[in-house]
């Protein structure tokens, strides 16, 4: 596909079938100012919705930049070595996409949950039941779920305006608050500091 469109022919946005931006119009126009001429990839911060509830939404919320889901969504050159990875310096862009990953019905869930390639890695019928429990009472109480890695997933948090996709669609990025501030982005996209922390871990591997 990248070579029918043309490698060298401006951005190339890939976003899978279960991810929505909230503000694609304010993305399109960052990627029509960036310049750069290196071959970058522009990610963007995933907020990953764990479950509809009849009063709202249910989305994983991270307490540290650190713990933010960022997914590579546009580059200036495709060439993918798996999936949406290569080898490129990566820039982060503060455009929250909803990801409808968990969000789903009690059949849709059951059905990933026992074909997947993840699913001898962990107790699907354990988790499965984890998450038909989860509701606007309890969802406080919910520490460390991520399926595969606990801690990738610290909390859970709800959003009262929406109960569908739809519905969440028509909000704002402030609806879905984000620990992201300008210095985290700032220091993340700087590749001179990148280059540092490169060096220092092959210093330190071969200690």
Known sequence: MAEFLGKEDGWH????SDEYFIDFESFVS????FKS???????????????F???GILWIKPKTFKEIEFANIATNYPNYESARINGYFNVQANFPILHQSWARSEQEIWGKLNSWGHSNEFEVAKYFKLWRDANSQNYKTYKNIHYLRAEAWPALEIQVKATTIQEALHLKTSDFPLPITSWDLKKSNS????RFKKALSLITATK
């Open 13 to 16: 946005i890939q976003i899978d």
């Open 191 to 194: 590749i001179w500091l990148s």
């Open 53 to 55: 509830l009849p009063n």
């Open 30 to 33: 960052f990627l029509r100012k």
């Open 37 to 51: 001429d290196k071959k970058v990839n522009i990610r963007c911060p995933l907020i990953n919705l764990y479950k």
